[in-house]
T-cell receptor
């Protein structure tokens, strides 16, 4: 099956700092990557969709300047949470797919805690 | 508007007690229905894709079926390691985005 990794698996940072999360497709080239956020006991909330080499498309209500997404290669996308605040604490999950795949394949997630 | 509704929200079973999870969907032009399993603190793990009414897929103790309005995930003789949240999703019409249900949290007691 398709394997997607994320790094780090968890991160703790101080309020006001920026944090970068990496998402990699390990055994396929991902033309499209997705970033989700999940609060406790809730389902996944799509934040943005990114296609390799293009600007990300953000969902309504998601701040583009706060959640910077880069998809510079077919195997790597990054999410940078800028000037993080405690309310940004959450579980961030990426997924990836490429044409011909049934669906998206998800990474293991990154737990962000902002103090 | 595309919608996915899962029931029940939570289900407790005894080991060996078979049951079914339901996923009802409303979408214009179904381009697949997907089942995922999510363990606490982990990302969703892909289980099945179903494309047309009448289709069935099996994996170990799980069997997924599809009708024109809903899908069922049947769990036969579950074991404690089957405990997880099971998510159902469909592609949003005309895009690659997935519309997820809220999931069914399954707990299997030994």
């Amino acid at each position: 099956g398709a394997v997607v990794s994320q790094h780090p698996s968890w991160v703790i940072c101080k309020s006001g700092t920026s944090v970068k999360i990496e998402c990699r497709s390990l055994d396929f080239q991902a033309t499209t990557m997705f970033w989700y956020r999940q609060f406790p006991k809730q389902s996944l909330m799509l934040m943005a969709t990114s296609n390799e080499g293009s600007k990300a498309t953000y969902e309504q209500g998601v701040e583009k300047d706060k959640f910077l997404i880069n998809h510079a290669s077919l195997t790597l996308s990054t999410l940078t949470v800028t000037s993080a605040h405690p309310e940004d604490s959450s579980f961030y999950i990426c997924s990836a797919r490429t044409p011909g795949m049934d669906t998206q394949y998800f990474g293991p997630g990154t737990r962000l805690t902002v103090l | 508007e595309d919608q996915v509704t899962q029931s029940p929200e939570a289900l407790r079973l005894q080991e060996g007690e078979s049951s079914s999870l339901n996923c009802s969907y409303t979408v214009s032009g179904l381009r697949g229905l997907f089942w995922y399993r999510q363990d606490p603190g982990k990302g969703p793990e892909f289980l099945f894709t179903l494309y047309s009414a009448g289709e069935e897929k099996e994996k170990e103790r799980l069997k997924a079926t599809l009708t024109k309005k809903e899908s069922f995930l049947h769990i036969t003789a579950p074991k404690p390691e089957d405990s997880a949240t099971y998510l159902c999703a469909v592609p949003q019409g005309g895009s690659e985005k997935l519309v997820f249900g809220k999931g069914t949290k399954l707990t299997v007691n030994p």
